[in-house]
């Protein structure tokens, strides 16, 4: 039997934010490894989290590239030098192309029961909708946003006096088992993509 070692997917992630989401990662052993950790923001604190643990942290900071292209291109190069299995999208605010979002397979962390609520604002526009039940899930990337194939979801129930906040940190605390959850199953070859369904395998 191969050791588990020789087969460890590489895992890389992107973000933009705090990375709560990349220290859950970071906490768990996946049956991969976190290889590089890539921003897209100068001086965030999550690439100080990552060194922490001695995973390699890098920023392709948006604000130092003409135009997206030439940003994504910079982007796609520090990803490619990693030789991922699977990129993990923790809390990355930016579009990625279809081109760059189909040469490896993604996953995203949203914080919605999707199709409900896509987009950048889901916590406040599931608020403002009145609805009493929302959630996270977790979902293959495609080209149209948050529109992949779903591999997990789990519902947090609103109360009436939540704010955007209050909300967010208790659909937060549901994201940080889900999606190492989810990666788990991906570097365990358990996800099996069948149309717009995702197969957990035995
Ligand atoms: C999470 O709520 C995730 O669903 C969304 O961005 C947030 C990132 O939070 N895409 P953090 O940076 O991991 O704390």
Redesign the pocket.
Known sequence: MTPASSAAKRVVVL??????????LLERSLGGQVVRVVSDQLGAG?LDLARARNVEAVAVDRREFADRQAWEKALREVVTEAAPDVVV?????RILSGAFVSRWPTL????SLLPAFPG?H??ADALRHGVKVTG??VHFVVEQVDAGPIVAQESVAVRSNDTIETL?AR??AV??RL?PDSVTLFCHDRLAIDGRRVRILP
Not at 15 to 23: E, I, R, Y
Not at 89 to 93: D, E, N, Q, S
Not at 108 to 111: A, G, Y
């Open positions: 973000l933009s934010g705090a990375g709560s989401n990349l220290q859950a999550a999208l923790a809390g990355f605010m995203n962390v949203h914080p950048a889901a916590v996270a899930t967010h659909i937060k994201e940080h999606l």
